[in-house]
Nanobody
Framework: QVHLVESGVGLVQAGGSLRLSCAAS????????MGWYRQAPGKQRELVAT????????NYADSVKGRFTISRDNAKNTVYLQMNSLQPEDTAVYYC?????????WGQGTQVTVSS
């Protein structure tokens, strides 16, 4: 299993920016991809963005395209989510995710609150 530790502040004003980080450790298997998901109150968890470890191919939810950027540092086994132009509808718990060749792992979750 991969152990994921998220970090980053989670309270911003509308129109502001926030950066989340997630560091992975404890796995003897290659990390295939990393990503971010979020879950808003009363809603199911949804994909925000993913990035593959080998090629850096990214995928974004339509709701965040042009505002959020996912990146990774393979040497540090770390994935980042840069969130710009944040809006109240972005308020949710954000979860880091990693996929290896044998398992999926989740971070502890970070509450992101965007005030209007």
């Amino acid at each position: 299993q991969v152990h994921l530790v998220e970090s980053g502040v989670g309270l911003v004003q509308a129109g502001g920016s926030l950066r989340l980080s997630c560091a992975a450790s404890g796995s003897g298997f290659r990390i295939v991809a990393m990503g971010w998901y979020r879950q808003a109150p009363g809603k199911q968890r949804e994909l925000v963005a993913t990035i593959t470890s080998r090629s850096g191919t990214t995928n974004y939810a339509d709701s965040v395209k042009g505002r959020f950027t996912i990146s990774r540092d393979n040497a540090k086994n770390t994935v980042y989510l840069q969130m710009n132009s944040l809006q109240p509808e972005d308020t949710a718990v954000y979860y880091c995710n990693t996929r290896t060749e044998v398992s999926f792992s989740w971070g502890q979750g970070t509450q992101v609150t965007v005030s209007s």
